[in-house]
């Protein structure tokens, strides 16, 4: 669609050619055919530099919009975005009549639902009441278990296992808030990528990106029971144990750890080799290679120095 038929019904304004709008995107992946939107300060950096077409902006930052891409100028830009993502949702399980391609040395089950476009590669095991979107890409050696959903477009690489009633690709929980607090839906148009060997526990939960790609890296291993936000990166070889969660846009590091019931706050880093013990609450980013745990959260034998204390308070008391 054209940026003026988007502009119009946002009641934006703009100076500068019209262009055709293909989809939304991040400040630092935009091409000249999207619009990217800047709500943290912390990213006028990427504003700076962004190849985007257009970006919904607040007055505030106007001066930081290269003169090669159009300012929409909002009151609220996530909330413009959101009302955006409507015009550019995606259809799942959309029959689009391609082509699907199965590998003859594979075994599917009772009941399976493969959509269009979809790849399914020699030695994957697909049991009973499964449902497969369209442009899936399942690799070599895959098992799953039945019940399972996969949204269009996900990427199961090679060995991956998925238990019972996993859902891989669901949208985010995203929301924008207007001033009335009406909760506006954010359309996700991104996917998710499970590299080679990932396994992912029963009833476990992952969104696909708002944009780009929702990424477990390979080796990683999930419990059942576990909530994956939308864009979040979790790296090789981790583990998270049962009923631990991450909200949107969490980086986790190379083998790390989540204890049972354990769960981040959004937009933050844990680094590489760090364990957060069960229920210990992350809310900011944390450097690897220790052991935290509680909440506030601390290192860990700080906590349990913590709770003897206060053991032997009430003790005495």
Known sequence: MKLSQLATPLKLDFVGNDFEVTSLA??????????????????????????????FVSSHYQSYVPATCIALISPNPHLSMAYASAYFA??????ANN???????????????????????????IM?????GANV?????????????????????????LQAGAIIGSDGFGYAHTPQGEHIKIYHSGNVILEEN????????????????????????????????????IGQSSIMVAQSGLAGSTKLGRNVIMGGQSATAGHIEIGDFAMIAARGGVT????GGKTYGGFPLTLQHEWLKTQAKIARFFKKN
């Open 26 to 55: 991040t400040l630092k992946e935009a091409t000249s055919s999207q619009i990217a939107y800047l709500e943290n300060p912390k990213l006028l950096p990427d504003l700076q530099t962004t190849k985007a077409g257009a970006v």
């Open 90 to 95: 995606k259809k799942d399980f959309v029959c």
């Open 99 to 125: 082509e699907t391609h199965i590998a003859l040395m594979c075994d599917i089950g009772k009941n399976v639902v493969i959509g269009d476009g979809t790849i399914i590669e020699e030695g994957t095991h």
């Open 128 to 132: 009973p009441n499964v449902t497969i």
């Open 137 to 161: 890409f399942i690799g070599k050696n895959v098992r799953i278990f039945p019940n399972v959903v996969i949204y269009d477009n996900s990427i199961i690489k090679e060995g991956c296992i």
């Open 198 to 233: 990932v396994e992912i526990g029963a009833n476990t939960t992952i969104d696909r990106a708002v944009f780009g790609s929702t990424i477990l890296k390979k080796g990683t291993k999930i419990d059942n029971l576990v909530q994956i936000g939308h864009n979040c990166e």
């Open 284 to 287: 900011k980013s944390i450097e």
